[in-house]
């Protein structure tokens, strides 16, 4: 895996991470394979029935704008 595209992430991530601790969760990355990210989603986040949104229509949306070669986030 490429350090500039996982610092990249990492960066999306702790951009859009005061929005998710505002809320009482928090979102974790776990891996990188390929153009996929594996993120774990903690807190309040575990199991809330808006969970699936705020990864695709949040975290993914986010990642994807600052990290073109992402093509999709996956909770694990």
Do not use: F
Request: net charge negative; hydrophobic share 40%; aromatic share 0%.
């Amino acid at each position: 895996m490429d350090d500039s595209i996982k610092k990249r992430v990492q960066t999306a991530l702790d951009d859009i991470r005061p929005q998710i601790q505002g809320d009482g969760g928090d979102v974790e990355l776990v891996a990188i394979e390929g153009d996929v990210v594996k993120v774990r989603l903690v807190g309040h986040c575990a199991g809330c029935p808006m969970a699936q949104m705020t990864l695709k229509n949040g975290i993914e949306a986010h990642v994807k704008a600052c990290v073109p070669e992402i093509q999709r986030v996956d909770s694990v």
